[in-house]
């Protein structure tokens, strides 16, 4: 059992940034795969990042490439959202979510989900 809470969302002006964290603790956590996923209002949930468990391999969504960066830091059962250059279009609420195997771009293939955070981008 894997239990996820992030942290960092919050109010931010179009061009700014902000750092989410996922904090993850069960005797495992380190070893499971973290995504983030986030849905607007309205909206679908969708892919945002992905990172297997070692940190050797990523994954983006294509309207994420080169402005976010995932990142973790096993020590400290942490993953990370560094989110860069944001525009009004990223207001959303942001999920971490994990799963043992790989990491994967398709929410239903998570195991594990925190309860969100609430990213809002104003211009």
């Known amino acids: 059992q894997v239990q996820l809470v992030e942290s960092g969302g919050g109010s931010v002006q179009a061009g700014g940034s902000l750092r989410l964290s996922c904090a993850a603790s069960?005797?495992?956590?380190?070893?499971?795969?973290m995504g983030w996923f986030r849905q607007a209002p309205g909206k679908e949930r969708e892919f945002v990042a992905a990172?297997?468990?070692?940190?050797?391999?990523?994954n983006y969504a294509d309207f994420v490439k080169g402005r976010f960066t995932i990142s973790r830091d096993n020590a400290k059962n942490t993953a990370y959202l560094q989110m860069n250059s944001l525009i009004p279009e990223d207001t959303a609420v942001y999920y971490c979510?994990?799963?043992?195997?790989?990491?994967?771009?398709?929410?239903?293939?998570?195991?594990?989900w925190g309860q969100g955070t609430q990213v809002t981008v104003s211009s």
């Open positions: 979510a994990a799963r043992m195997l790989g990491s994967s771009r398709y929410e239903n293939e998570y195991d594990y």
């Open positions: 069960g005797r495992t956590a380190s070893r499971y795969a």
């Open positions: 990172i297997n468990w070692t940190g050797g391999s990523t």
